[in-house]
């Protein structure tokens, strides 16, 4: 159906910058809204910015003022510019959208790994 591939995580040390995309394939039409998510170790999967294709913006109080989530409909990808990262961003970020047709389908990318360090 739909297929998201993650790219752009790495190991930077704090204060860096990193821009992670992510390219959807396969019948990825019309994608309600895409976003990115975040699990650190031993913590559940947490919500870090998503954006509709109304382009309705939402950010977790934690990486606002300082990511940004962007969506280029044309090629079917979503970016996120993180920018000042810290310590406590360290985690596996997933691509996710969701989309509309006989019923609502959800899909995830399989992860890339963002490691703020010194």
């Known amino acids: 159906q739909v297929h998201l591939v993650e790219s752009g995580g790495g190991m930077v040390q704090p204060g860096g910058s990193l821009r992670l995309s992510c390219q959807a394939s396969?019948?990825?039409?019309?994608?309600?809204?895409m976003a990115w998510h975040r699990q650190a170790p031993r913590k559940q999967r947490e919500l870090v910015a998503q954006?509709?294709?109304?382009?309705?913006?939402d950010y977790s109080d934690s990486v606002n003022g300082r990511f940004t989530i962007f969506r280029n409909k044309v090629n079917n990808t979503v970016s996120l510019q993180m920018n000042n990262l810290q310590p406590e961003d360290t985690g596996v970020y997933f691509c996710?959208?969701?989309?509309?047709?006989?019923?609502?389908?959800?899909?995830w990318g399989k992860g890339t790994r963002v490691t703020v360090s010194s």
């Open positions: 996710y959208t969701v989309t509309f047709g006989v019923r609502a389908m959800e899909y």
């Open positions: 954006i509709t294709s109304a382009g309705t913006i």
């Open positions: 396969g019948s990825a039409y019309d994608l309600y809204a």
